[in-house]
């Protein structure tokens, strides 16, 4: 059964802004889906044994933050 966490990501503005984040987010080993929502500023993330610490790298590299 997979996991889902729900993100609070900053800096996130149009949909080209929610596409890199998923783009980047679906790369970490055992994600399943994404879906990021700019108007709400949240990224769901369901897979399997998903490390928090990857998604918060892919994020960055997206060139977003995730919020404390």
Sequence with gaps: MA???????????????????????????????????RAAGRLTVRGTNVDESAVRRAVAEAGYEVAA
């Design 3 to 37: 996991d889902e966490k729900t993100y609070t990501v900053t800096g996130m503005t149009c949909g080209h802004c929610e596409s890199s984040v998923r783009e980047q987010v679906a790369e970490v080993p055992g994600v399943e889906s994404v879906e990021a929502d």
